[in-house]
């Protein structure tokens, strides 16, 4: 028998709570009407709501379905979900992690960065909440109540320190859990979003369903990262054949059959000669692995073009 209570923080004040992982399992959890406080939800979840909160830090792990934040303000969260909606909240600064596009309502001064967040039990949760680490559009809001001549929503700085805003936990009992805030160890690949990119020039690489994909993947971001370049953008969907021919154009019938095995993981890289810096780190670290990899930077941007609009409208963005 389930005790909701065991699933509900409400009316604390000033105080450090949360779930380690395991305890949660999946279920629906609700937060309400805290003040200055702490919460840590290290697990996931299927549904949570969080009403009536103000100046708290919240730490939510894969959330299977939906976050709704309604009347809080002054709060500080990282947080990963299907769905992402606030209403009638202000001021909430949000590390986040989204499957679909995030909505906003009736709610101003909101502000949102990529999720960057690591502990052990973390890429579990992802699976067991159905979330790909791949399939992240923290930035592209949708304010559903937008008003003339104002913003209601902004991005953070892009130095943004995570642990500044969510501290790690202070309980004895949470600090069991071994996090790093460290960016390169994110679970989550650390997107530019809708910023402001850096050169007219990006490139796709798109990696097929196999053993290694997400660990090729990581690689390839990590090797480009490291030369200076930059990850705009990543996704993981599934093709079927006409999709092939629109993204891949004439080299359709290569990649085809890679298809049936399962999802593709895409990744955009931007910033001056990325095309030849993902072609040759493609020939020297993957060469038995099979990837699509624009060829030209007069290609380029058109494979990109391609892939997201076939991509958005498989996500019904």
Sequence with gaps: QIDPKDYTFSGLKDETVGRLPGKVAGQQFVIQDCEN?????????????????????????????????????????????????????????????????????????????????????????????????????????????????????????????????????????????????????????????????????????????????????????????GKGFQLVQTKEVSMKAEDAHRVFQQRASEFIPLLEKGPVVALEFNGDGAVEGCRSTINDVFSGTKVFVSESKASASQDVDNFYNFADMQMGM
């Design 37 to 225: 406080c702490s919460i840590y939800i290290f697990d996931h979840s299927a549904t949570i709501t969080i009403d009536d909160c103000v100046n708290c830090q919240i730490f939510l792990g894969p959330i299977k379905g939906s976050v709704f934040f309604r009347d809080c303000k002054d709060c500080k969260c990282i947080v990963a979900c299907q769905q992402f909606r606030t209403r009638d909240c202000r001021k909430l600064e949000v590390f986040l992690c989204c499957a679909t596009q995030p909505i906003i309502e009736s709610s101003t001064g909101m502000k949102f960065g990529c999720f960057q967040y690591y502990y052990p039990e973390l890429a579990l949760q992802f699976k067991d909440a159905g979330l790909s680490i791949f399939n992240n559009t923290w930035s592209n809001i949708h304010d559903f109540t937008p008003v003339s001549g104002e913003n209601n929503w902004g991005l953070l700085p892009e130095n943004a320190i995570v642990q500044d805003y969510v501290p790690l936990p202070s309980s004895e009992e949470l600090k069991a859990v071994r996090i790093s805030t460290d960016a390169m160890r994110s679970i989550i690949p650390i997107t530019r979003g809708r910023r402001q990119k850096s050169s007219d020039e990006s490139c796709l690489a798109v990696f097929f369903a196999g053993d290694y994909t997400t660990a090729n993947a990581r690689k390839l971001i990590d090797e480009m990262t």
